[in-house]
């Protein structure tokens, strides 16, 4: 299989799992106080920009640019929601179990929740208007790569441009080892202890998990396990680091007085 043929492939069953996950958040079956379906959301989103990120050299400029902007749209989209969701699961709510009724708490709490409704209107209203059209223009590059390639196929074939494309795990190997080498960077920056810093390294190791997972097939055992398992790790210390700066945040806004 050549780059490209698996880039269709994989795009193609992501894409159907984000059209799915988003249909969960807008078709009204379940509740807006619901977090799972915004953050199952989310993480469809990120597996497809890894797939992006790791296939975009065999893909033209427009289709790329065209990709990188409505999935960061789409994530940008659920942002918001998804940080209250987790402030208040996981600052506000354990919390107020320690300080049963505390009136500071409780206070905070009803103002985390009047917040969260807000930022989850304006996030219905953002993916309802036209995310479903503009995610459908990247099934649409998927399937004019698709028919492209089966009318080249017998050529490519004959010619021997298979190779010349570069076999997938040569491929997939060079791609990973360029992204670790931008994780291992960013790790060096982050030792400031900076919280963009932090985050960018965050994001950088994201992707990288991501891009081993969709690429496990074709990876050798020491970058699908141990790299894997080591990035898995590093990223819950890295959450747990840019949680606390954003629940920072978000307890600021609710102290604000409207």
């Known amino acids: 299989m050549t780059p490209s043929a698996a880039f269709v492939s994989l795009a193609d069953a992501g894409l159907c799992t984000v059209f799915a996950r988003l249909d969960a958040v807008l078709d009204g079956s379940a509740s807006p106080d619901d977090v799972e379906p915004i953050h199952e959301l989310r993480v469809g989103v990120r597996h497809l920009r890894a797939i992006l990120w790791a296939f975009q050299p065999v893909l033209s400029d427009g289709t790329a640019t065209r990709w990188k902007t409505v999935l960061r749209d789409t994530a940008e989209a659920c942002g918001e929601t998804r940080d209250w969701d987790v402030f208040l699961a996981e600052t506000l709510e354990p919390a107020l179990a320690r300080e049963p009724g505390h009136p500071v708490l409780m206070a905070l709490r009803a103002s985390a929740r009047a917040r969260r409704e807000a930022a989850h209107a304006d996030m219905m209203t953002k993916l309802s208007r036209d995310m479903r059209a503009r995610l459908g223009t990247l099934e649409q590059d998927v399937r004019h790569m698709a028919r492209h390639m089966a009318r080249h196929a017998a050529l490519s074939r004959s010619a021997g441009n298979a190779d010349a494309a570069g076999r997938l795990d040569a491929f997939a190997q060079r791609r990973v080892r360029k992204a670790r080498r931008r994780v291992r960077a960013l790790a ?71």
């Open 188 to 258: 060096r920056a982050a030792r400031d202890g900076k919280t963009e810093h932090v985050h960018r390294l965050r994001i950088a190791n994201k992707r990288l998990r991501y891009a081993i997972e969709a690429l496990a097939d074709v990876l050798p055992s020491r970058l699908r396990k141990r790299l894997h398992k080591k990035l898995v790790r590093r990223q819950t210390a890295l959450g747990a680091v840019v949680d606390d700066a954003v629940a920072r945040r978000l307890l600021c806004a609710c102290l604000v007085s409207d």
